[in-house]
C-alpha cells in the first residue's frame, strides 16, 4: 500500500477493512475470537472493537515469522476451548457470513479435523495450489514460489479460509518448520501435516471469486470502492429508492434509506445516516 497506516486500517466504503471480515464472523455468533495484530496493534484493536465481538481476544504478533507463526501466537487466546475454530485473513473484505457459515456445516456434517476452502483461477498467480491424491483428496498446499512448473499449471488454489478442530490445530502448528524459499513457518503446511497423520481433511469449493479478492494496493482498493458502491446503490434501487444518476451516488454501508426517496446526482451518504421514506435529495448533498 505504499502507506505509514497498517493495510486493514485503510477504509472501504467509509469503514476499516478489518471490520469487514469481523462483521462477517459476528453474524456466526462465536464464543470467542482471537485477532492477531502486528503493526500499529493499538489502532488496529480500537478499529475492530467496532464490530462488537462478545470475546475479542487481541494477540500481538510481534515477530512476523509467517501465517502459520500468526495463527500460533493465538494459542493463549483458546486456551481452554473446545471446538472448531475458522482462520481467515484480515485484509478480505468481501467475504460473507452465509460462506463462513457453509464452510463451518461441511467441516461438521464431514465430522472432519479440517477443512479448507478452494476456488479456481484461470490465472492463478500469487496463490497457493491445491494437491489432490490418487483419491482425489487434498494432501498439501505448495505455495506458488515453491511450487513445480507442473504444479503452477494446477489452477485449483487456496483463498486462505479454514476451519480446523482446536484439539488438533495448535499441535499442528507446533510441527510446523521454516522449510522453504521464505525462510518462514507456513499455515498451508498444517494440510499437509494433518493428511500424514491421518487426519480427516475435507475441502469445500468456492464459486465467488469476489470473496476472496484481497487487498495489497490502492488501486485494488480504489476497484473494490468503485464496485461496493455499484452494488449498494443496486441494493437500494431494489428496495424502492430511486437515484437519478447512479454512477455519482456514494452511499455507505451503515447508510439506511426509506423507500420511495430520490437521490439526485453527485449525493455522499457516510456513516449511520438515515433517510425516510419519501425523502427528496437534491443534487450535490453531503451527509
Request: glycine share 10%; charged share 25%.
Amino acid at each position: 500500500m505504499r502507506s505509514d497506516r497498517a493495510k486493514v486500517l485503510h477504509e472501504l466504503g467509509g469503514r476499516p477493512l478489518i471490520r469487514y471480515p469481523l462483521d462477517a464472523i459476528a453474524a456466526l455468533a462465536p464464543e470467542r475470537v482471537g485477532l492477531v495484530v502486528g503493526h500499529q496493534a493499538d489502532a488496529v484493536s480500537t478499529a475492530a472493537a467496532g464490530a462488537g465481538l462478545a470475546d475479542l481476544r487481541v494477540v500481538v504478533q510481534a515477530e512476523q515469522r509467517g501465517t502459520g507463526h500468526a495463527v500460533a501466537c493465538a494459542a493463549t487466546a483458546f486456551t481452554g476451548f473446545a471446538g472448531d475454530v475458522l482462520i481467515l485473513y484480515g485484509d478480505v473484505p468481501r467475504i460473507r457470513a452465509a460462506t463462513l457459515r457453509a464452510l463451518l456445516d461441511a467441516h461438521r456434517a464431514e465430522d472432519a479435523d479440517l477443512t479448507l476452502a478452494t476456488i479456481c483461477f484461470a490465472v492463478p498467480t500469487g496463490y497457493g495450489r491445491i494437491v489432490r491424491g490418487a483419491d482425489g483428496g487434498v494432501t498439501r498446499i505448495v505455495e506458488e514460489r515453491d511450487a513445480t512448473p507442473a504444479e503452477r499449471t494446477i489452477t485449483e488454489v487456496n483463498p486462505g479460509l479454514y476451519c480446523v478442530r482446536s484439539a488438533i490445530l495448535f499441535p499442528l502448528l507446533a510441527e510446523l518448520r521454516p522449510d522453504n524459499s521464505q525462510g518462514e513457518l507456513y499455515l498451508t503446511d498444517v494440510v499437509a501435516l494433518a493428511a500424514r497423520a491421518g487426519r480427516r481433511v475435507r475441502a469445500l469449493r468456492m464459486d465467488r471469486t469476489d470473496e476472496v479478492a484481497g487487498i495489497n494496493t490502492r488501486a485494488e482498493l480504489a476497484r473494490m470502492e468503485a464496485s461496493l458502491r455499484a452494488e449498494l446503490t443496486d441494493r437500494w434501487m431494489a428496495e424502492g429508492v430511486t437515484f437519478e444518476d447512479p454512477p455519482t451516488a456514494y452511499v455507505g454501508p451503515e447508510v439506511t434509506i426509506g423507500r420511495d426517496t430520490v437521490i439526485g446526482p453527485n449525493v455522499v451518504l457516510r456513516g449511520r445516516t438515515r433517510l425516510g421514506a419519501g425523502c427528496r435529495l437534491d443534487g450535490t448533498a453531503y451527509l
